[in-house]
């Protein structure tokens, strides 16, 4: 399955989630659905301002597969 998303966190609002005091992040697909996956995946997507853009995440059988920054 294919997820489509946009994520805007600050590096502030996503520090809980890279300290591993959070460990599972839910965003909601362009076409509404609630998705959670391990916030560990979006680690190598924050930069000095937090985690900005658009992604797809890859699922197969409900479990995470793959997550890419598309913009």
């Given amino acids: ?11 502030q609002e996503f520090l809980p989630y890279y300290q591993g005091k959070v460990h599972s992040i839910v965003v909601t ?28 995440l890859y699922t197969e059988n409900n479990k995470f597969l793959s997550l890419s920054k598309i913009a």
């Fill in 29 to 56: 697909s362009d076409l509404g659905t609630k998705i959670q996956f391990p916030a560990m995946h979006l680690r190598k997507h924050l930069s000095n301002s937090g985690i900005k853009g658009y992604f797809c």
């Fill in 1 to 11: 399955m294919k997820y489509h998303f946009h994520l805007n966190i600050t590096y």
